[in-house]
Structure formats: C-alpha cells, structure tokens
C-alpha cells in the first residue's frame, strides 16, 4: 500500500492498542544540545507544519500515547513521522509521556527503518524534510555542556542567573533532605519501580517506588526539593541526596504546580530551572 506523505498525513496514520504492554526501553543514545531555546507547539503531532525549517521545538506527549504505525528512519525521522511514537522508539520517553524537544533538518537521501522499544519504524527513500531528537539548550556561565543526554526529557527553558545546564551524569550521594520536608514516614502507594509521577498530577497522594542499581541519569530533571512531576524520581532522589548510585526505596508526596522552580547543582546532578508547572513532588 502507497502512504501519501505531506497533505494527506491524517489518512497515514493508524494507531496500535495502548493496552500492549511495552518492553524494556534500551538505553538511549547520547543527544547533541539544541543551540537555543525551543518553540513550545503544545501536544505533539507530525512537525510537518515546520518542514524545510530549522526550528528547535518542544512539544508534551501525553501518558499512554497511542503508537503510530506510520514512522520512518532512525535516530532521523521524517517530518511527516508522530513524534511521541518515534521518542519512544528513540529512548527518549516511554509510555509515560513527558516533553521533548527536537531539531528540524534537511530531507535525508535514505531512512533506515528498525525495531526498538515494541516500535517499528519503515525505510524509506528521499524525502524533503526530516527532525531529530536533542537535548533542550540550557546555559551556565554562557556555556552549555555537550554531553547531555535526554531520556524523559523535555524543553523547559531555563531562565535568570540560577539557571542550570542539563550536564546529566552524576555521581555522589549527600545525607541533606530537600527543604520542606515533613518528618513523615514512608506510607502511601506502591507503584513499583520508579518513573515520573505525571499520572498521580493533582492527587495529593504518597507514592513509594524502587530504583534500580546504576540507574539512568540521562534526562532532564527540573526543580530544588520540589521538582517538577515529569522529573526522573531517581534522578531527582539522587539530586536532592536521598539515594547514591546503588539504588533503592524512595517516597514522594504529589504537591500542587510551582510558579517556578530553581535549578541546582548537587551530588553530582544538574538540575535545571523552569517556570510555572501544572504538578510537583517533593521527596518524604
């Protein structure tokens, strides 16, 4: 069956089941740092509307997107390819949704289809206009750090002098708790191994999650003890000291959205600042 490509875009797209269960995400590649700010478009789509362009732009997949099953190439994708579906065949989110920020490009002369994270992707031949993933620009004494890598990442600008860069490999582990924590015990629900909390928005409720030993520390996190709900919770757990590299139990309670959040080095992770958010956590 022939796909049309631009105009008919709504006509190329089916969608899988969000039920299928999705499988282990591979460890993401290292992403190049977008040289600006993006333009934040809202839910994301097919970025065709900025084909031929080289616009960096950010755009917020929701939980449990549906797969499209209309995507082509790798690491380079067409124009006319879903983005949330190709940032989870990237490794750059997983079904839990989040933000991503992505750089047009050039039509590419080939596109290679694969198979990654339950998602394939199609082959194809030369077409007109293509994006990738990148991590969003961030500064720190007028430098960005080269070797930021995006898993659930997102674009949230950073803004004023506490603005942070995204350098996103740490290690280390301090005995300080965030600011504003209570000195409640661990209670509340389960819910496996952690992720980011964007599902318990607005609920108020005390959420405990596991991370793994020699977790992921690529992706964006935003916040200082408060952080906002589609941080990494390992990452952000490691930031604010309440967990090493090794791993372990952790407890958030879901708060209501900030007007802004401070970006800040600590343990080894950089944190970056943002404006006002719909939902936060801060650590028990």
Known sequence: MQISRFGSISTAIALASASVAAPAMAEPASLPVAPQEAQDIGVCAAPTSWARTDKILTCTCPANFAISTSLWGTDIYTADSYICSTALHASVLDRSGGRVTIQMLPGQNSYQGTKRNG?????????????????????????ADASVTARKSGSKESFGKDAATAILNGLG?????GAGQGSEQKSGQDIGQCTSATKWRGTGEILNC???ANFSVKGPIWGTDVYTDDSYICKAALHAGR??????QVSIRMIAGQSSYAGTRRNGVT?????SYAGSYRFN
Do not use: H, Q, W
Request: a positive charge; charged letters at 15%; aromatic letters at 14%.
């Open 271 to 275: 944190s970056l600042a943002y404006r």
């Open 243 to 248: 967990i090493g590299r090794s791993g372990g």
């Open 119 to 143: 998602v394939s992707t199609r082959s194809y031949g030369k077409y007109t206009a293509s994006y990738r993933y990148v991590t969003p620009f961030a500064m720190d004494n007028g430098e």
């Open 173 to 177: 582990l301090a005995g300080l708790g």
């Open 210 to 212: 596991a991370c793994p």
